[in-house]
């Protein structure tokens, strides 16, 4: 695993918290001052993706910024608002209880109580324990036409295998370049969903947004998809919008035809 590039999948080492940071310096030295930070929490568990970025925030000075959480499961929707809540700056949150994906409508998930990180609409076969739910879906294009949102500075999605999905449902905002970076978690639950990794790759083609992988040094930008990625180890991955690129430390990589990864340094357009 280490010689391919995967590591461990913690929020503290795996580059998600660095990457905030890139995020947060970006808009800090690109914002004319009328305009607020806003990111999408989406799949928020309890909170600690957005937490952070509250915290990192705080110690960028950037007190313009907005979080909007997505959680689905009532019981954890809850813990989300409480521990919110209790957040010094909870105020800059907000809680929407839906999941999002690619249609608007209702859906059955499979709930796991107490805020597990779990809860999926692609269960595997003979899971036990949980209850069924039927939530809410609705877009990310309906949702941004709804409140009249114009851009997304940061979007981190941990849809436990529905992630393509809530990708899909971004089309409309992905084609007019409305998100600055879409992280998105891609594992075995793929298998269940039936989606593939390079399912995102086709979904950006002709979009303004190269895909790359989330690692502590920071993201690696693939030109294509290649075999060699489609191993449903857990891991996040993220659509870069191209201008913002170079200006978040990402980098190029790519196999060779012997399948060898090489990895290029920063700004290499070999």
């Keep these: 695993m280490l010689a391919r590039g995967e590591v461990e999948n913690d929020l503290k080492r795996n580059g998600e918290l660095a990457l905030q940071a890139a995020v947060l310096k970006w808009w800090r030295a690109t914002n004319r001052g009328d305009h607020r930070f806003l990111a999408l929490d989406v799949g928020a568990n309890v909170g600690e993706w957005t937490q952070a970025l509250l915290a990192e925030a705080e110690r960028q000075g950037v007190t313009n910024v907005a979080v909007i959480g997505f959680e689905p ?3 954890t929707a809850d813990l989300l608002r409480r521990r919110i809540a209790g957040m010094a700056n909870g105020s800059r ?45 609705i877009t990310a294009d309906a949702f941004a036409r709804e409140r009249g949102l114009d851009a997304v500075h940061l979007m981190k999605i941990d849809a436990e295998g529905h992630d393509i ?53 920071g993201v690696e930008l693939f030109r294509e998809w290649h075999p060699e990625m489609e191993r449903f180890f857990e891991g996040n991955y993220a659509l870069v919008r191209n201008d913002v690129a170079a200006c978040v430390g990402a980098r190029l990589g790519g196999f060779d035809p012997f399948n060898t990864f090489e990895r290029h340094a920063a700004g290499d357009g070999k």
């Design 165 to 217: 999905h809530v990708l899909k449902g971004a089309g409309q905002m992905l084609e007019k370049g409305m998100v600055a970076v879409c992280q998105f978690e891609y594992n075995h639950r793929w298998v269940h969903s039936r989606s593939f990794l390079r399912d995102a790759f086709e979904l950006a083609k002709g979009l303004p947004y190269s895909v790359g992988k989330i690692l502590p040094e």
């Design 73 to 75: 499961v009532p019981d």
């Design 93 to 137: 949150c907000e809680v929407v209880q839906a999941a999002l994906s690619d249609a608007n409508g209702t859906a059955v998930i499979h709930a796991v109580a107490g805020g597990g990180g779990t809860s999926s609409l692609h269960p595997a076969s003979g899971v036990t324990g949980g209850e069924h739910l039927t939530i809410r879906t």
